[in-house]
């Protein structure tokens, strides 16, 4: 009841990358939505590992899309020039689809493992300060407020009115 999905995605870059996952979630269940992915993220390493079903549906859908990321030409244009920036071979996009056929649900919980830990991510969050920021220190994270240009935030003060 907290949102209509969550969704991760991995970015690779040619040096670095990152595994990003994202949901909006109602201002009042921040840190309990928080929690929870944090809470299937450890699972995953730990009582339950990918299952030979899930890894199946995870490639068919890989491999069943694949063909509509080159639908237009400019899909066209991303995948050829990712293959000099990421040092690719000319046939890779050919063999993409065997490769990931290729890769076991034990190589996939491998691979797994060094995104389940907590600790290693960033939270970003756009919302109410006042009620968010609670909800951030219960669960014992650090809060650094940043205002729309990036800037440090200040602190949470009481505003107080003059009568």
Aim: glycine residues 6%; proline residues 5%; charged residues 25%.
């Amino acid at each position: 009841g907290y949102t209509y999905g969550a969704f991760g995605r991995f970015r690779r870059l040619r040096q670095a990358g990152y595994f990003a996952i994202r949901s909006n979630v109602k201002t009042e269940t921040t840190g309990a939505s928080i929690k929870e992915i944090f809470l299937e993220l450890a699972a995953l390493c730990d009582e339950r590992p990918l299952t030979e079903n899930e890894r199946d549906e995870s490639v068919d859908g890989l491999i069943l899309g694949y063909p509509l990321s080159f639908d237009q030409v400019s899909s066209m244009g991303r995948r050829l020039v990712s293959l000099p920036v990421h040092n690719r071979r000319a046939d890779y996009w050919k063999s993409w689809p065997l490769e990931i056929s290729k890769i076991s649900t034990a190589r996939a919980n491998i691979a797994a493992a060094p995104y389940c830990n907590a600790k290693r991510y960033s939270i970003i969050i756009a919302g109410d300060q006042a009620t968010v920021t609670p909800q951030l220190e219960k669960l014992g994270l650090e809060v650094t407020a940043l205002n729309r240009d990036g800037l440090p935030f200040p602190a949470l003060k009481q505003t107080k009115f003059k009568k």
